[in-house]
């Protein structure tokens, strides 16, 4: 059974303008990132059909991010680090329920589901996923303070060329991977730099991946929904 701290509950009403309000309950700890950062973009990519599943994951019920309030308040000062090169963060995912992650690994398991492999596993057999480290039966997302994130142009929005798409399966995902052009590999390298200046640890498979070391909750592994 998840364990949740004692029954004290966060209730955040955000109103878009005068006529709708969205009012939602999260656990203590956690918060809203478009309330505690409005200043950082977010594209929420496991509620949509553009993943590497091709449908939205189980346990997304809303295109709003939840993390850690620890995790939320770091990334605003690399945010504010960044702003003063007219860049900032856009976030696609953070705070992962129990039960996406054991829709992941279902997927997995079912080698004959691969309409998206030339976007995302190209070079992957299905099969290999579990054993590359690409998927795994627990998440630190699920825990609350583990981000995937990357940079945009804030005039523009677009974001800054590190390679590889989000959630490429392969080599060129690696955060220390030779073969990208220089102009890859600085972005990779402010991105990694600001992130663990301000208190995270990077995961050596993925560029965007990222664990607040102070985490909260280091032994929770949460399954409330991202509503």
């Known amino acids: 059974m998840i364990q949740l701290r004692p029954a004290i509950f966060l209730t955040l009403i955000i109103c878009f303008g005068s006529s709708h309000a969205w009012t939602a309950t999260l656990p203590a700890g956690f918060v809203y990132l478009d309330a505690a950062a409005p200043e950082i973009a977010i594209e929420l990519r496991y509620i949509t059909e553009n993943n590497f599943l091709g449908i939205p994951v189980d346990g997304y019920e809303t295109p ?122 600085a972005h990779r390298m402010l991105l990694h730099t600001l992130m663990l200046t301000h208190g995270f640890s990077h995961y050596d498979k993925e560029w965007w991946h990222f664990t607040f070391k102070k985490e909260p909750f280091p032994n929770t592994y949460f399954d409330f929904p991202v509503h």
């Open 64 to 185: 709003r991010c939840i993390i850690s309030s620890e995790a939320a308040q770091a990334l605003k000062k690399v945010q504010t680090d960044l702003a003063s090169f007219g860049l900032g963060l856009k976030v696609f995912d953070a705070y992962r329920p129990q039960r996406a992650v054991d829709h992941f690994v279902r997927w997995a398991k079912d080698t004959s589901d691969t309409k998206m492999k030339p976007h995302y596993y190209p070079d992957v057999k299905k099969k290999n996923l579990f054993k590359q480290g690409y998927i795994a039966s627990k998440s630190s997302h699920t825990r609350g303070s583990t981000v995937d994130l990357t940079i945009i142009s804030l005039e523009t929005g677009e974001e800054v060329d590190m390679g590889s798409g989000f959630d490429f399966f392969g080599p060129e995902s690696w955060p220390t991977n030779l073969e990208m052009t220089a102009s890859q590999r």
